[in-house]
């Protein structure tokens, strides 16, 4: 399935794949294996009932859907209701910056 990711040349798949590669790049090694633990941790002692498997459904259906298509409408908007300031300030640098391009580019 990764490699039909990582080779698929349809628009919405490379726009995806764009993104994810840019946050990526930007957040990587954030979190080690002992930091995730951690973190998990600590939601527990704050809500026992949080589930990990039904949070990661919430992330892949609703949560990262909406953020990557508000990044890639330039929906700065949606993403500051969505984003902490650091990611927010990330995608909003990369929004601004790929506005910038495809402004000089109709010059």
């Known amino acids: ?13 490379r726009a995806s794949r ?5 946050i990526g790049d930007a957040f990587g090694g954030v979190m ?3 930091d995730m633990a951690e973190a998990l941790a600590e939601i527990h002692k704050i809500d026992p009932n949080f589930n990990k498997e039904t949070f990661i459904k919430e992330c ?22 969505w984003c ?13 910056q ?3 391009k495809t402004n000089h580019q109709k010059v």
Do not use: C, W
Request: net charge negative.
């Open 60 to 81: 892949q259906f609703e949560i990262i859907p909406t953020i990557l298509e508000a990044y890639l409408q330039g929906r700065q908007d949606i993403l500051k209701d």
């Open 18 to 22: 764009t993104v994810t590669d840019k």
């Open 98 to 100: 790929r506005t910038d």
């Open 1 to 13: 399935m990764k490699m039909r990711y990582d080779e698929s040349d349809h628009l919405v798949v």
């Open 32 to 34: 080690t294996q002992s």
């Open 84 to 96: 902490h300031e650091g990611s927010y300030n990330v995608l909003s640098a990369l929004i601004k």
